[in-house]
């Protein structure tokens, strides 16, 4: 789908180290693919332990709250349940409900059915494997009689009610539950403050478990906790509670699989794979490209375009321009960059793309429409993609359009030289790893020496320059590394004849 280009300003650079949501779940989704069985199974078993602990928190907030408001202790009971996601999502690890957001991939073509479907699989079962521990382990520390056993008491009458919905209801429920669960995980991949991600996880949560919704992965504990109790209690713990032992009857394996635990599977699978992930996917993803033609078409690419501005960046804390050096902070994309660059157009074939940038020996063009404006750049590696993608024959009727990127990043000539190789070299977030609220987002220390050399930004080392809508040259890495080679090179420079003086100079420089 087409997107207007953007120019690098001081937003540009706050913003960039944060992908687009759409392009984070099709990597959070093809990582749940890509990893070993025994890792992924054993972070699966994680998760269930992590929600049957939430849902072992809810009992006891809820428990003894008979004579409180209805709907402020299910509030109570939601926040505290938002324990087991906010664990799952600082911690790694994979929950069924979430997984279902891999379907992005696989619309996307990364991957296939068989893989989609045994991920689910494994995810499913590894859960089920950790709520079951958990529930061992309730069972064998007697939990059930807290609050003079009004704990089990509560456990019983909440796996009752489960069983008890149509499948109509169950399955509606279920689609609500996970529509706001992978909500929930969506909006996380908007931060890498990992406090702030814990944060957004507690509203969609506490709604879904205030309002009744059903989990799948939840109920997986919960319901199999009430039958075990039904089975094992004493009939003098049902007595002195006010029930007998035919009071749970119904709390069979076969009744849970039946009346809830499918449709509320394939309710949390609609909900969460297909309204979220597939809904999401068709919106910004599915619609075919298009070549940009009209006069619409170009005001709209005016009206979305950053404005162009020559922000002050400045290191977060010390509050120090990055360059001390005055020629090359004043120095501007104007003074270097190339006015004669190869520019494409969208009809074109692919095949004379690759030659031309093969004859100008770059790395990638701009492409333009008969007025100059840009519609998008390709690459070698977009070119040499498609040509691998059709088993290395060149393909007469791919052209430029079908391949080019269109989502760029643009400069004008005013923007700073210093400010461009700040943003094409550095990654802001690994050299100073400290969220805008101050929280230290890296789990071990390093020096800046250190961190330095991890931070290296994955961004283009090719930009079209725009100027009053048009493009008007492009600059790259090499430009400006031919321009420092030139102005800072050892024969600029005039030392003394000997020859360590030469080399303390030739180092300084």
Not at 38 to 63: D, E, P
Not at 92 to 119: D, I, M, P
Not at 211 to 223: D, K, P, Q, R, T
Not at 491 to 498: F, I, L, P, Y
């Amino acid at each position: 789908m087409n997107q207007p280009t953007s120019s690098i300003n001081e937003n540009t650079i706050k913003q960039m180290p944060l992908a687009s949501p759409l392009l984070e779940v099709s990597q959070y989704g093809l990582h749940k693919i890509n990893k070993s069985i025994r890792h992924s199974f054993g972070l699966s078993v994680f998760a269930g332990i992590f929600i049957a602990i939430a849902f072992v928190f809810y009992v006891t907030v809820t428990t003894g709250s008979d004579t409180s408001s209805w709907g402020l202790t299910r509030l109570a009971g939601g926040i505290a349940f938002s324990l087991g996601l906010i664990l799952v999502v600082v911690c790694g690890a994979e929950l069924f409900t979430s997984t279902l957001l891999s379907s992005v991939a696989w619309a996307q073509g990364k991957l296939n059915s068989k893989q989609l479907l045994a991920c689910w699989g494994r995810v499913y079962i590894g859960n089920f494997v950790g709520a079951m521990l958990i529930l061992l382990l309730v069972v064998g520390g007697k939990m059930y009689l807290l609050d003079s056993g009004q704990w089990g008491l509560s456990v019983l009458k909440l796996a009752q009610h489960k069983i008890h919905h149509t499948w109509l209801e169950a399955f509606s429920l279920g689609v609500l539950c996970n529509l706001l669960v992978c909500l929930g995980i969506w909006m996380t991949f908007s931060s890498k403050d990992m406090l702030t991600k814990s944060l957004l996880l507690i509203l969609p949560v506490a709604m879904f478990v205030s309002s009744g919704f059903e989990h799948s992965i939840a109920n997986l504990f919960m319901v199999p906790l009430g039958i075990v109790l039904q089975n094992t209690v004493s009939p003098e713990y049902l007595l002195s509670l006010g029930y007998n032992v035919n009071s749970f009857a119904d709390l069979t394996v076969s009744h849970f699989v039946t009346s809830n635990l499918i449709p509320v599977t394939l309710g949390n699978i609609v909900g969460g794979g297909v309204m979220v992930g597939l809904g999401y996917w068709f919106i910004y993803d599915s619609a075919p490209q298009t070549l940009i033609k009209t006069d619409t078409s170009i005001e709209q690419l005016q009206v979305n375009t950053y404005t162009a501005t020559s922000a002050a960046i400045h290191l977060p804390a010390q509050g120090v321009s990055i360059m001390n050096n005055s020629s090359l902070t004043q120095l501007t994309v104007a003074q270097i960059m190339d006015t004669q660059a190869l520019k494409l157009t969208a009809k074109q074939s692919a095949a004379s793309a690759l030659l031309q940038l093969s004859t100008h020996k770059v790395r990638g063009a701009v492409v333009v429409n008969t007025e100059n404006n840009l519609i998008g750049f390709v690459s070698e590696q977009d070119l040499l993609r498609s040509w691998w993608a059709n088993d290395f024959e060149l393909d007469s009727e791919l052209t430029v359009n079908d391949v080019m990127q269109t989502e760029v990043l643009s400069v004008t000539p005013e923007q700073s030289v210093s400010e461009l190789i700040e943003f094409m070299t550095v990654d802001k977030t690994v050299l100073y790893p400290v969220s805008d609220s101050g929280v230290l987002l890296s789990s071990q220390y390093l020096d800046y020496k250190q961190r330095l050399n991890k931070a290296a930004a994955k961004r283009p080392s090719i930009y079209p320059v725009i100027d009053n809508g048009q493009v008007v040259a492009t600059i790259s890495r090499q430009h400006i590394t031919d321009y420092l080679l030139r102005d800072f090179s050892p024969e600029t420079n005039q030392v003394s004849s000997t020859h360590s003086n030469n080399e303390n100079d030739n180092q300084a420089a």
